[in-house]
């Protein structure tokens, strides 16, 4: 299965920008890059996602390298709601269907100091 | 209304036991999930289901059964429980290309 590497853990100041590195080198062809956090006690929250090229949303911006093999999710301005873990995800297409199942990393802890 | 529901959000209960975890989504999706957060935060998916069809079952023992009386539930009964079925499970709902999360339900077993 597709896998992919993060740091363990990133700290970040409160309304600073926050650049979570992600690495996928193995990913494929059809392989979405998503990004879901995970707040204490919760389950997995949808972030965003992309193919090839960046992606921007309310939450968050996707860097997407050229080959592939890298993105960065940006946070604008990190507020203390922002502290999760924040996993970085290959979505794989199951067979012929668009079943798709997410392949989830470790996960990057984000800290937020006030 | 939540959008993905599971109960119990907790669940104790000893070895050998048979237990059920129920998940309703009212998100009108076709794909339901079920994954397993265990105790060093790995999440991991065990079975998907498409209009209560099984389409991944990702080489989870027997004692894990998942049934889907309608495309709208998802429930897993495990039969047997172990010590090592610890860990938090979490039922998912999905319309390409997200996936919604429930709350999970953390399970204990003594």
């Known amino acids: 299965d597709a896998k992919t590497t993060q740091p363990n853990s990133m700290e970040s100041n409160e309304e600073e920008p926050v650049h979570l590195p992600c690495n996928h080198s193995?990913?494929?062809?059809?392989?979405?890059i998503h990004w879901y956090r995970q707040l204490p006690s919760q389950g997995p929250e949808y972030v965003i996602h992309?193919?090839?090229s960046n992606v921007n949303n309310r939450m968050a911006s996707l860097a997407i390298a050229e080959d592939r093999k890298s993105s960065t999710l940006i946070l604008h301005r990190a507020t203390l709601r922002d502290a999760a873990v924040y996993y970085c995800?290959?979505?794989?297409?199951?067979?012929?269907?668009?079943?798709?199942?997410?392949?989830f990393g470790q996960g990057t802890t984000l800290q937020v100091k006030p | 209304d939540t959008a993905v529901s599971q109960t119990p959000k907790y669940l104790v209960t000893q070895m050998g036991n048979d237990k059920s975890i129920k998940c309703e989504q009212n998100?009108?999706?076709?794909?339901m999930y079920w994954y397993k957060q265990d105790s060093k935060k790995f999440l991991k998916i065990m079975f998907s289901?498409?209009?209560?069809?099984?389409?991944i079952n990702e080489t989870v023992p027997n004692r894990f059964s998942p049934k889907s009386p309608d495309k709208a539930h998802l429930n897993l009964h495990i039969n047997s429980l172990e010590l090592g079925d610890s860990a938090v499970y979490f039922c998912?709902?999905?319309?390409?290309?997200?996936?919604?999360f429930g709350q999970g339900t953390r399970l204990t077993v003594v």
């Open positions: 998912a709902s999905s319309q390409p290309p997200t996936v919604d």
């Open positions: 193995t990913i494929s062809g059809t392989d979405y």
């Open positions: 992309g193919l090839t």
């Open positions: 995800i290959l979505r794989v297409l199951h067979g012929s269907s668009n079943t798709g199942k997410l392949i």
């Open positions: 998100l009108g999706h076709d794909t």
């Open positions: 289901y498409n209009n209560k069809e099984l389409i």
